[in-house]
């Protein structure tokens, strides 16, 4: 009988022990409001990055366009006299040393929204502009060769999307090491490129992250 009572102890020890431990570990989430700041992630950039760099690289490009429109063969003039220029985004090329996941869906979409809010443009839909570069086996890096220009404007003028620009967009980063903490600098950089002179306008946004790792090995951060 003693042994029987000493089993049923051990046995409820460890489902007592169980169910504290899976309590612990149970994961929980909420909304967050608009007043709430973005969180900041531990070991990689996240939004806490990529929209400050977003916001600040998309205004100063917009910026310096605005007082250098070039009337090209697609650009239309509204009543009130604004050029709107037809642009065609070619995506995100990651060139830092960080994978951004599901982020660079994220960057594209919040850099072709903020872009179109804007009347001085007319970004292409990217369904077209995917489909065209699907067709034409091009990539973003190839698209500054004429012949690779000429292919994806045909390819788009036959679905009735002629563009003058194309936009590139590119991160890239940096990293400093110290004793096993590090710092590491983020740049988005945009260029919008004309096709008809070659001539390309240019605007990035840095920001520096640091990690720094806790009195238990655990990695930390801060960001200036």
Known sequence: MARYWIVLSLLFSIATVASVAGCRNRQKARVLSETDKDMVGSHTAGAETWKPLIDESVCRLLAKSASTVHQASHTTISGDGTATRSVCFVGIENRSSEEIGDFKEQIYEHIDSLISQDPQFRMISR????AAMSECRCRPETLVLPAKQR???????RAEQPFDYLLFASITSGTTTSNGDYQRDYLLTLELLDIHTGESQKDSAM???GYTKGPFGKLRHYRD
């Open 151 to 157: 292919e994806l404007q045909m390819a788009l003028e």
């Open 207 to 209: 920001l520096r992250k």
């Open 127 to 130: 369904r077209y502009v995917e």
